[in-house]
């Protein structure tokens, strides 16, 4: 999410996580927000931030997926000249960068045993060693750190310290997916539509058609909040009726007849890749069916291949259209080699 995005949503769902940032800004104490990617956790940190008695101070943003495990205590805690290789100067960390104010930790799964030791050392103790200094310093940080594993699970398997958990976890906020929040769909739509309208110097905002409005409330977003501001904007930069409600939306803008094929997984060695199974027409009478199971197999991609075109290979709303599970249309596919579009 982009940054001073305002949050939009009435679900209950939705409400109660902000609410629950609003209480936890004013104390100073750590949080530790939980979502997968697009649900807004970096507007969740920027809200505790903001309503905090630190809200003047600084709000400093570190994903720690986004540098090589080498860099990342150089980066959180800072070196000195001549620490390591290509330190040609010394350089504060984030944590001085932050002091004050608001340290926000994204992906911090992806942080290393070492870093995770060394971080839970300035929680207990208020203090950062440069690396390559002899002394340390005091800072005043509040952190917020956001991620989409399971924190808990991941102690249990030894991939997170969990003293360094317990620190962290005063208070968990955990923002629920798009798909659990219920007739938010519509309203972020109808949000982003106009903005990207206004953005293309429309006349007026026509909305979406009624089929239209019913594919974006059946499609499962697995991108969440980012994902359906892509799709909506996309409609709408696409549309050339401005004056008409817009009935096109392309929820996958790579679905094209051209697209690059993907490149076949290598045979395992002493062996070959087994081809996806052949399945012929469907027999037109009972008296032609002379293998059942076959009948039934190519009765089943017959009407699996119908309802994928008729959704416009939105699987999704095809596995409601089918009284399947998204899961179950996703194995049928894959047992009968049926590709996404």
Request: glycine content about 8%.
């Amino acid at each position: 999410m982009e940054k001073n995005t305002q949050f939009v949503g009435q679900s209950f769902a939705f409400l109660d996580a902000v609410e629950q940032a609003g209480r936890a800004a004013e104390l100073n104490r750590p949080v530790l927000v939980i979502g997968e990617r697009g649900t807004g956790k970096e507007l969740i940190a920027e809200r505790l931030h903001h309503l905090s008695p630190r809200w003047g101070e600084p709000l400093i943003v570190m994903n720690c997926a986004a540098l090589p495990e080498t860099l990342i205590e150089a980066e959180l805690f800072g070196h000195e000249q001549g620490a390591f290789t290509g330190a040609t100067k010394a350089r504060p960390g984030r944590f001085e960068e932050a002091d004050g104010g608001t340290l926000f930790l994204d992906e911090l799964g992806t942080l290393s045993m070492a870093a995770q030791e060394r971080l839970l050392r300035v929680i207990e103790y208020g203090e950062v060693t440069r690396i390559g200094a002899s002394r340390p310093v005091t800072v005043d940080v509040r952190i917020v750190a956001a991620t989409n594993e399971d924190l808990p699970a991941a102690a249990d398997a030894g991939r997170f310290r969990p003293d360094l958990l317990d620190r962290l976890s005063f208070e968990v906020i955990t923002l629920p997916p798009l798909r659990a929040r219920e007739g938010d769909v519509a309203v972020l739509a109808d949000h982003f539509g106009r903005r990207m309208a206004a953005e293309l110097n429309w006349p007026q905002w026509p909305g979406f058609t009624a089929a239209c409005a019913a594919e974006l409330e059946g499609y499962g977003w697995p991108g969440n909040v980012r994902e359906l501001r892509n799709v909506v904007e996309r409609a709408v930069y696409r549309w050339d009726e401005p004056n008409k409600p817009i009935s096109r939306i392309t929820f996958d803008p790579f679905a094209s007849p051209w697209k690059p094929k993907a490149l076949m997984p290598r045979a395992e060695e002493g062996g070959a890749t087994a081809p996806a199974p052949s399945v012929g027409a469907p027999p037109a009478t009972f008296d032609d069916i002379s293998d059942l199971r076959a009948a039934v197999d190519a009765h089943e991609v017959a009407i699996i291949r119908a309802a994928l075109e008729r959704y416009r290979y939105n699987q999704r709303a095809t596995a409601k259209a089918l009284s399947l599970s998204y899961d179950q249309l996703r194995h049928c596919m894959k047992k009968h080699g049926l590709s996404a579009g």
